[in-house]
């Protein structure tokens, strides 16, 4: 099976946080990277964070500093903490699994979640 559900998403005013969790099926969550990406109306798809198997994270520059990104092995379970939103954090953020152990800032996500809402109010 195939699954990966987002949870953790809400409203929130600017300055605050929220951590959205992915729970994914064993097959597509060991030994691979997963990901965070996030799509706000009227724009494309964006990548927001990335973590290996083996734990190395990536951020794109606009969430550095403010977003972790971190994952429990043991319960096939990945995380994104976000803390100081901003109103342009607003989207529907995706959990997504890539198709091998790492992220290397080329490859793409093989499977997808269904996306959980992020509004931040200013």
């Known amino acids: 099976q195939v699954q990966l559900v987002e949870s953790g998403g809400g409203l929130v005013q600017a300055g605050g946080s929220l951590r959205l969790s992915c729970a994914a099926s064993a097959r597509i969550f060991s030994s691979n990277a997963m990901g965070w990406f996030r799509q706000a109306p009227g724009k494309e798809r964006e990548f927001v964070a990335a973590i290996n198997w083996s734990g190395l994270t990536a951020y794109t520059d606009s969430v550095k500093e403010r977003f972790t990104i971190s994952r429990d092995n043991a319960k096939n379970l990945v995380y994104l903490q976000m803390n100081s939103l901003k109103p342009e954090d607003t989207a529907v953020y995706y959990c997504?699994?890539?198709?091998?152990?790492?992220?290397?800032?080329?490859?793409?996500?093989?499977?997808w979640g269904q996306g959980t809402q992020v509004n931040v109010s200013s």
């Open positions: 997504a699994s890539y198709p091998v152990p790492y992220y290397n800032g080329k490859n793409s996500p093989r499977y």
